[in-house]
């Protein structure tokens, strides 16, 4: 039976880059040791890491005047790297709150700066006539995708400031005009690689010493000045994330990533839409493409679905625990045929339960 995964993180990668993992798992490049087993600083993986920042740059039109930074900690090492890399202590910064993720980033900032929070969040949208809330701040933080609300912003907001978002959950997933940002970051376990390493993309003019107690292993001009080698970097993550980017190129880069998944979430919404048994509750203009949230009308019939859904090879739907419901994340690895399969299995279970 096919399994299809729609966990929101870690989250299903590509097969074929699984199954390119795993045939040279032991034997890299006939070395006879395991990329896993390579000096960081070797010729071998000096060449891998060189290979996937080239692939990832060519993939997003990321300029030399952007550092390309792979770092350890996941996205949330930078909720709090960002502040104490960008401005001094206690400097005003604006957070604009669209969800959780966005909420976690401003109330971790609050330990090094002084965050204006712009809660934009109203019933299931957003209300964004609130971005004129947004001022003073030196930078302006938001995240285009929460992954726990399934709410998105597809417009960048307008600001004459650095802006900064948080990708984690739709990197690669679509066009992202990188000139328009001072920095973006994502954790890798959606649309990238393994968890734990996270990637940051700074415009170079942006760093500087950074507040006096900044980890040196967060410092983005010292990664930056060591090719992000200044520690033994996460290096199984990062040839895993260059296999991805290989991969991404085959499927025609980014556009056409893009394509997909707008058809895959069309595909899913419209389902839902058109059904009284299921509903998601965000505003149509705001919903995420890659995380959809969904209720069960009945919310009693929870558990029979999970289970069955599960029995069908369809795994990991459940809900964030702070919304409930189900939750079908749709990142680039997930096939269109995935999403049919999901789509087929809910109108079964409807006609089973009506
Ligand atoms: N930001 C967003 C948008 C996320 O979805 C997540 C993880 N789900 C994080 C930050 C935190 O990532 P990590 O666990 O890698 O620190």
């Known amino acids: 039976m096919t ?4 966990c929101a993180g870690p989250a299903m990668l590509p097969t074929d880059v699984m199954a390119k993992a795993q ?5 890299f490049q006939g070395l006879g040791v395991s990329v896993m087993e390579l000096s960081h600083r070797s010729k071998s993986f000096m060449a891998v890491a060189e290979a996937a920042e080239a692939n990832l740059r060519q993939l997003m039109n990321i300029g030399d005047d952007y550092a390309v930074l792979f770092t350890h900690g996941g996205a949330r090492a930078h909720f709090s790297a960002i502040p104490q890399n960008l401005v001094a202590a206690g400097a005003k910064v604006d957070y604009l709150i669209s969800g959780q993720w966005s909420a976690g980033a401003a109330k971790e900032a609050a330990k090094y700066a002084t965050v204006n929070a712009i809660d934009l969040r109203d019933g ?4 964004l006539s609130r971005l004129n809330q947004a001022g003073e ?3 302006l933080h938001y995240c285009p995708n929460e992954t726990v609300d399934g709410v998105a912003m597809f417009e960048e907001p307008v600001t004459d400031k650095p802006l900064i978002a948080d990708y984690s959950s739709c990197i690669l997933g679509r066009h992202i005009d990188i000139n328009k940002y001072g920095l973006i970051y994502a954790g890798a376990q959606k649309n990238i690689g393994p968890a734990g390493l996270a990637i940051v993309i700074v415009r170079r003019d942006l760093l500087g010493e950074g507040q006096p107690q900044l980890p040196s292993i967060l410092n983005y001009r010292l990664l930056d000045d060591n090719g992000s080698m200044y520690n033994t970097p996460p290096t199984f993550a990062w040839y895993l994330a260059g296999e991805v980017f290989k991969w991404l190129q085959q499927q025609g880069g980014v556009e056409a990533m893009a394509g997909v998944n707008r058809a895959k979430a069309a595909l899913l919404y419209d389902f839902i839409d058109s059904s009284t048994f299921y509903q998601n ?5 705001h919903r995420s493409e890659m995380n959809v949230p969904f209720q069960l009308t009945n919310a009693s019939l929870d558990g029979a679905f999970l289970a069955q859904a599960e029995q069908a090879g369809l795994m990991a739907l459940k809900g964030h625990r702070s919304v409930g419901g189900m939750r079908a994340s749709i990142y680039n690895a997930m096939p269109l045929e995935g999403v049919r399969a999901l789509v087929d299995f809910m109108k079964q279970f409807e006609s089973d339960n009506r």
């Open 3 to 6: 399994v299809y995964n729609f």
């Open 23 to 27: 045939a040279e798992l032991l034997d």
């Open 124 to 127: 299931g949208g957003l209300d």
């Open 137 to 139: 701040g030196e930078y």
């Open 281 to 285: 509750r965000v505003q149509p203009s």
